[in-house]
């Protein structure tokens, strides 16, 4: 079964916090790819990391960063320095292959940054 | 970039009446998804299509139907529209394996 958890449903965070958004998958492949996106208000989806089972290195752009951790099904999103702008839901998909081409989304993360 | 472009950011449609929502994309991407948003619920996938003239059955296909008659093109329709069919629509586009999905505004569609 294919399947992503984002447990935290909302959070609140002030201004200049740092925050993590969590994202726990399961998968049999051993071969898969994980996805975040962010979905302002307006409403778009808009693409943020890719990132392929085979490589666990962290990244780093700029406020963001993304944690992988294949021993615990784990791919955590912390934004550094949070601004208003940061204010969306975001949502944690997997892409197995030999599916269609599916995605497998989490049923996201509302992040409020209170200035 | 990809340009995935839905036709209407708003719809209002009766209870009964055939709605159409249309896709296009300009990357000549072979896949092409529609889902349905709604909260709490996160993003479901109501059918996809790998190719022209082929589409398979997401999760929640039920009162639904697509067209892909051109690559560029991904039609989602109601055939009977009803009050649970109220919802924000996406569309999506994906080239090669492993590549993202990229997505249009999406429609916010009203059943009334």
């Known amino acids: 079964a294919q399947k992503v958890t984002q447990a935290q449903t909302e959070i609140s965070v002030v201004e200049k916090e740092d925050v993590t958004l969590d994202c726990v998958y399961e998968?049999?492949?051993?071969?898969?790819?994980l996805f975040w996106y962010k979905q302002p208000p307006s409403g778009e989806l808009v693409f943020l990391i890719r990132r392929n089972s085979f490589d666990e290195q962290n990244e780093i752009s700029g406020r963001y960063s993304w944690n992988f951790q294949k021993s615990t099904s784990s791919f955590n999103f912390t934004i550094t320095a949070s601004q208003v702008v940061d204010s969306a839901v975001y949502f944690c998909?997997?892409?197995?292959?030999?599916?269609?081409?599916?995605?497998?989304f989490g049923t996201g993360t509302s992040l409020t940054v209170i200035p | 970039d990809v340009k995935v472009t839905q036709s209407s950011r708003y719809l209002v449609k009766r209870t009964g009446e055939k709605v159409f929502l249309e896709c296009v994309q300009d990357m000549d991407h072979e896949n092409m998804f529609w889902y349905r948003q709604d909260p709490g619920l996160g993003l479901r996938l109501i059918y996809f299509?790998?190719?022209?003239?082929?589409?398979e059955k997401g999760d929640i296909p039920e009162g639904y139907s697509v067209s892909r008659e051109k690559k560029e093109r991904f039609s989602l329709i109601l055939e009977s529209a009803s009050t649970n069919q109220t919802s924000m629509y996406l569309c999506?586009?994906?080239?090669?394996?492993?590549?993202?999905?990229?997505f249009g505004d999406g429609t916010r569609l009203s059943i009334l």
């Open positions: 998909a997997l892409s197995p292959p030999n599916t269609g081409n599916q995605f497998y």
């Open positions: 299509s790998y190719d022209v003239k082929m589409k």
């Open positions: 999506a586009s994906r080239g090669r394996t492993y590549q993202p999905q990229h």
């Open positions: 998968t049999r492949d051993t071969t898969y790819y």
